[in-house]
């Protein structure tokens, strides 16, 4: 059994651990939770994910931490998609902070917003230390809402966290125990997604997802060209919805085009 397939193994397990959904919740990891608002949790770490945090000479990590933002008229008993943000480790960017970046948009469609981050910082900013953060605090909300383990899930990131998301997309959907509904990659400029399914192969379903890139007509790092060579190296590998908006403007993240998205991968979905 390779690695890969062993890490894989492990999550299901974890994030498939819990009961069926016993009624609606008030509040996540002790805080209240309302339509509208924000909430930073903090959980525990399970073993298996702190080994892999752990990888590569970084700190072992007991306790992860998250914020959440909740759109207007927020019930978990039911079904609400959520939007994983993912930064990139330029600046020393966390997800937490980036989350913010994606509040309004996300609001405005109806979806939770999560960004996810330890409690310590890493040697290194490795994507097997970001994916154990990830499940481990996917996993707090399922432990007070299991019914979120059947809400979909779309991954979004801007430039380095473009790359990011994929990767961790396709580590996650290898486990079987979430629905990716959707990607928005903005600033991209190299296709990590396509890589990723190859490397992990997460089914040939995976394919059916709904790409999303957006490219600044005046970007100068991740340039037009290199979104038409991201689009079609997707393609290649048997993408079928991707779709590849330009705005003008740089090297940015445009709130209304993450709108767009979030309302497409809805439409697609039919959730």
Wanted: glycine share 10%.
């Amino acid at each position: 059994m390779t690695r890969s397939v062993c890490v894989a193994a492990s999550l299901s397990l974890i994030l498939l651990s819990f009961p069926l959904p016993q009624g609606n919740g008030a509040t996540l990891s002790g805080k209240a939770v309302r339509g509208g608002g924000t909430v930073e949790i903090r959980f525990p770490v399970a073993t298996t994910l702190q080994n892999l945090a752990a990888e590569g000479g970084n700190p072992r990590v007991d306790t992860g931490r998250a914020v959440l933002m909740f759109p207007p008229g927020f019930d978990p008993a039911r079904r609400w998609p959520i939007l994983v943000v993912t930064s990139t480790s330029d600046f020393n960017r966390t997800s937490v902070m980036d989350a913010e970046w994606y509040r309004r948009p996300a609001m405005e469609e109806g979806w939770v917003v999560l960004g996810s981050d330890a409690t310590v910082s890493p040697r290194i900013d490795s994507t097997q230390w970001r994916l154990a953060m990830l499940a481990a605090a996917l996993e707090a909300v399922r432990k007070d809402w299991p019914q979120s383990a059947k809400w979909p899930l779309a991954f979004a990131g801007f430039s380095g966290g473009s790359k990011r998301s994929g990767i961790l997309g396709a580590m996650l959907a290898k486990t079987g125990s979430v629905r990716i509904c959707g990607f928005f990659l903005s600033g991209i400029n190299e296709d990590r997604l396509g890589e990723a399914y190859r490397i992990y192969q997460p089914g040939r379903g995976f394919l059916e997802v709904p790409v999303w890139l957006s490219s600044g007509a005046n970007d100068t790092v991740a340039t037009p060209q290199s979104h038409n060579l991201v689009r079609a190296s997707l393609e290649r590998t048997g993408f079928k919805r991707v779709r590849l908006e330009q705005f003008g403007g740089g090297h940015q993240l445009k709130l209304p085009e993450v709108r767009r998205a979030l309302h497409w991968f809805r439409e697609l979905g039919k959730f």
